[in-house]
Protein backbone atom coordinates (compact mmCIF):
# COMPACT_ATOMS: atom_id res chain seq x y z
CA UNK A 1 0.00 0.00 0.00
CA UNK A 2 3.21 2.07 0.73
CA UNK A 3 4.19 1.22 -2.67
CA UNK A 4 1.08 2.16 -4.27
CA UNK A 5 0.93 5.64 -2.59
CA UNK A 6 4.58 6.16 -3.26
CA UNK A 7 3.65 5.38 -7.04
CA UNK A 8 0.78 8.34 -7.12
CA UNK A 9 3.40 10.94 -5.37
CA UNK A 10 5.88 9.83 -8.03
CA UNK A 11 3.43 10.25 -10.96
CA UNK A 12 1.84 13.75 -9.99
CA UNK A 13 5.43 15.27 -9.91
CA UNK A 14 7.22 13.05 -12.58
CA UNK A 15 5.25 14.95 -15.68
CA UNK A 16 6.27 18.14 -15.20
CA UNK A 17 10.33 17.95 -16.14
CA UNK A 18 10.03 16.74 -19.67
CA UNK A 19 7.29 18.90 -20.78
CA UNK A 20 9.05 20.84 -23.19
CA UNK A 21 10.83 17.49 -24.49
CA UNK A 22 6.56 16.32 -24.73
CA UNK A 23 5.51 19.01 -26.47
CA UNK A 24 8.49 18.82 -29.03
CA UNK A 25 7.44 15.35 -29.59
CA UNK A 26 4.12 16.20 -30.30
CA UNK A 27 4.92 18.66 -32.90
CA UNK A 28 7.20 16.74 -34.74
CA UNK A 29 4.84 13.51 -34.37
CA UNK A 30 1.97 15.59 -36.10
CA UNK A 31 3.73 16.83 -38.86
CA UNK A 32 5.05 13.62 -39.96
CA UNK A 33 1.88 12.39 -39.56
CA UNK A 34 -0.06 15.26 -41.04
CA UNK A 35 2.85 17.05 -43.37
CA UNK A 36 2.19 20.50 -41.61
CA UNK A 37 2.77 21.63 -37.91
CA UNK A 38 0.14 22.00 -35.85
CA UNK A 39 -0.77 25.25 -33.99
CA UNK A 40 0.42 26.22 -30.89
CA UNK A 41 -3.35 25.98 -29.57
CA UNK A 42 -3.19 22.46 -30.63
CA UNK A 43 -0.31 21.80 -28.50
CA UNK A 44 -1.66 23.73 -25.53
CA UNK A 45 -4.54 21.46 -26.13
CA UNK A 46 -3.00 18.13 -26.54
CA UNK A 47 -0.31 19.02 -23.34
CA UNK A 48 -3.17 20.61 -21.30
CA UNK A 49 -5.76 16.71 -21.79
CA UNK A 50 -1.68 14.83 -20.79
CA UNK A 51 -1.55 16.58 -17.96
CA UNK A 52 -5.32 16.72 -16.29
CA UNK A 53 -6.56 13.13 -17.96
CA UNK A 54 -4.35 11.66 -14.57
CA UNK A 55 -7.37 13.28 -12.64
CA UNK A 56 -10.26 12.04 -14.54
CA UNK A 57 -8.30 8.56 -14.16
CA UNK A 58 -8.37 9.12 -10.56
CA UNK A 59 -11.57 9.64 -10.23
CA UNK A 60 -12.33 6.78 -12.34
CA UNK A 61 -9.78 4.72 -10.29
CA UNK A 62 -11.82 5.85 -6.41
CA UNK A 63 -15.42 5.51 -7.55
CA UNK A 64 -14.12 1.80 -8.16
CA UNK A 65 -12.26 1.67 -4.61
CA UNK A 66 -15.48 0.84 -2.86
CA UNK A 67 -16.58 -1.78 -4.90
CA UNK A 68 -13.15 -3.75 -5.96
CA UNK A 69 -12.47 -3.41 -2.13
CA UNK A 70 -15.62 -5.42 -1.07
CA UNK A 71 -15.59 -7.64 -4.05
CA UNK A 72 -11.96 -8.57 -4.14
CA UNK A 73 -10.44 -7.80 -0.45
CA UNK A 74 -8.32 -4.79 0.25
CA UNK A 75 -4.89 -6.50 -0.78
CA UNK A 76 -6.49 -8.12 -3.83
CA UNK A 77 -7.43 -4.87 -4.35
CA UNK A 78 -4.59 -3.23 -4.56
CA UNK A 79 -2.92 -5.54 -6.75
CA UNK A 80 -5.52 -5.22 -9.45
CA UNK A 81 -4.87 -1.86 -9.12
CA UNK A 82 -1.16 -2.61 -10.42
CA UNK A 83 -2.66 -3.72 -13.64
CA UNK A 84 -3.49 -0.33 -15.20
CA UNK A 85 0.10 1.18 -13.19
CA UNK A 86 1.94 -1.27 -15.43
CA UNK A 87 -0.12 -0.97 -18.45
CA UNK A 88 0.31 2.89 -18.22
CA UNK A 89 4.40 2.30 -17.60
CA UNK A 90 4.43 0.46 -21.03
CA UNK A 91 2.18 3.10 -23.22
CA UNK A 92 4.46 5.92 -21.67
CA UNK A 93 7.79 4.19 -22.22
CA UNK A 94 7.25 2.93 -25.17
CA UNK A 95 4.98 6.37 -26.44
CA UNK A 96 8.44 7.26 -28.90
CA UNK A 97 9.41 4.24 -29.87
CA UNK A 98 5.92 3.83 -31.66
CA UNK A 99 5.82 7.30 -32.56
CA UNK A 100 2.09 7.93 -30.89
CA UNK A 101 1.35 11.04 -28.17
CA UNK A 102 -1.75 9.05 -27.81
CA UNK A 103 0.17 6.48 -25.88
CA UNK A 104 0.95 8.85 -23.38
CA UNK A 105 -2.63 10.27 -22.90
CA UNK A 106 -3.83 6.85 -22.73
CA UNK A 107 -0.63 5.72 -19.89
CA UNK A 108 -1.35 9.14 -17.83
CA UNK A 109 -5.70 7.79 -17.75
CA UNK A 110 -4.66 4.09 -16.72
CA UNK A 111 -1.56 5.36 -14.26
CA UNK A 112 -4.37 7.62 -12.45
CA UNK A 113 -6.71 4.64 -12.17
CA UNK A 114 -3.94 2.97 -10.50
CA UNK A 115 -3.39 6.22 -8.45
CA UNK A 116 -7.09 6.80 -7.58
CA UNK A 117 -8.12 3.61 -6.70
CA UNK A 118 -4.74 2.31 -4.27
CA UNK A 119 -4.63 5.82 -2.50
CA UNK A 120 -8.09 4.60 -0.73
CA UNK A 121 -8.07 1.40 -0.69
CA UNK A 122 -4.22 1.40 0.80
CA UNK A 123 -6.27 3.85 3.84
CA UNK A 124 -8.89 0.86 4.19
CA UNK A 125 -6.37 -1.70 4.25
CA UNK A 126 -3.30 -0.23 6.70
CA UNK A 127 -6.43 0.85 9.15
CA UNK A 128 -7.69 -2.38 9.61
CA UNK A 129 -4.67 -4.33 9.97
CA UNK A 130 -2.86 -1.84 12.36
CA UNK A 131 -3.12 -2.78 15.75
CA UNK A 132 -4.71 0.06 17.97
CA UNK A 133 -1.74 1.46 19.44
CA UNK A 134 -0.55 2.62 16.07
CA UNK A 135 -3.22 3.34 13.45
CA UNK A 136 -2.43 6.67 13.45
CA UNK A 137 0.85 5.88 12.87
CA UNK A 138 0.15 3.95 10.20
CA UNK A 139 -2.51 5.90 8.74
CA UNK A 140 -0.15 8.85 7.94
CA UNK A 141 1.98 6.28 5.62
CA UNK A 142 -0.24 7.35 3.23
CA UNK A 143 0.65 10.87 2.98
CA UNK A 144 4.45 10.48 3.60
CA UNK A 145 4.46 8.18 0.68
CA UNK A 146 3.23 10.63 -1.84
CA UNK A 147 5.29 12.93 -0.27
CA UNK A 148 8.69 10.81 -0.58
CA UNK A 149 7.42 9.67 -4.03
CA UNK A 150 6.98 13.67 -5.42
CA UNK A 151 10.49 14.21 -3.81
CA UNK A 152 11.32 11.28 -5.76
CA UNK A 153 9.91 12.15 -9.06
CA UNK A 154 11.61 15.56 -8.94
CA UNK A 155 14.75 14.10 -8.60
CA UNK A 156 14.75 11.76 -11.49
CA UNK A 157 13.60 14.43 -12.94
CA UNK A 158 16.81 16.38 -12.97
CA UNK A 159 18.70 17.08 -15.81
CA UNK A 160 21.85 15.26 -14.46
CA UNK A 161 19.49 12.00 -13.82
CA UNK A 162 16.28 11.31 -16.66
CA UNK A 163 15.37 14.75 -17.38
CA UNK A 164 17.17 14.85 -20.76
CA UNK A 165 15.46 14.56 -23.98
CA UNK A 166 17.12 10.98 -24.76
CA UNK A 167 15.68 9.50 -21.34
CA UNK A 168 12.43 10.76 -21.08
CA UNK A 169 10.09 7.84 -22.07
CA UNK A 170 12.24 6.66 -19.37
CA UNK A 171 11.58 8.54 -16.54
CA UNK A 172 7.80 8.23 -17.93
CA UNK A 173 7.91 4.67 -17.36
CA UNK A 174 9.45 5.11 -13.75
CA UNK A 175 6.64 4.86 -11.83
CA UNK A 176 6.68 1.09 -12.70
CA UNK A 177 9.68 0.21 -10.32
CA UNK A 178 7.54 1.07 -7.05
CA UNK A 179 4.37 -1.01 -8.79
CA UNK A 180 6.91 -4.19 -9.07
CA UNK A 181 7.70 -3.89 -5.67
CA UNK A 182 4.23 -3.83 -4.60
CA UNK A 183 3.38 -7.18 -7.18
CA UNK A 184 6.41 -8.82 -5.17
CA UNK A 185 5.94 -7.92 -1.46
CA UNK A 186 2.02 -7.41 -1.31
CA UNK A 187 1.03 -11.47 -1.79
CA UNK A 188 2.47 -12.25 1.40
CA UNK A 189 1.04 -9.84 3.82
CA UNK A 190 -2.39 -10.73 5.50
CA UNK A 191 -5.80 -9.60 4.24
CA UNK A 192 -7.75 -7.28 6.55
CA UNK A 193 -9.27 -8.97 9.12
CA UNK A 194 -12.57 -6.63 8.87
CA UNK A 195 -13.00 -7.79 5.35
CA UNK A 196 -11.98 -11.88 6.23
CA UNK A 197 -14.82 -11.59 9.23
CA UNK A 198 -17.54 -9.18 8.19
CA UNK A 199 -17.73 -9.99 4.07
CA UNK A 200 -16.59 -13.35 4.41
CA UNK A 201 -17.62 -14.41 7.56
CA UNK A 202 -14.20 -16.02 8.14
CA UNK A 203 -13.57 -15.43 11.70
CA UNK A 204 -11.04 -18.01 12.26
CA UNK A 205 -8.90 -16.39 9.25
CA UNK A 206 -9.82 -12.89 11.01
CA UNK A 207 -8.31 -13.80 14.52
Known sequence: ??????????????????????????????????????????????????VSIYSIGGLLGSSSAGYLSVRFGRKKAMLLANIPALLGAALMGLSRLCGSFEMIIAGRLFSG?????????????????APRNLRGLIAITASTSIAAGKFVGFALGLSIVLGVEALWPILLAANAVPVLVQ????????????????????KEGCI
Open 1 to 50: GITGAFHYGLQVSIINSPAEYIQSFIRETWQQRYGSSPSAEMITLLWSLI
Open 113 to 129: VCGGLAQNVHIMYAGEC
Open 183 to 202: LLTLPFFPDSPRYLLIDLKD
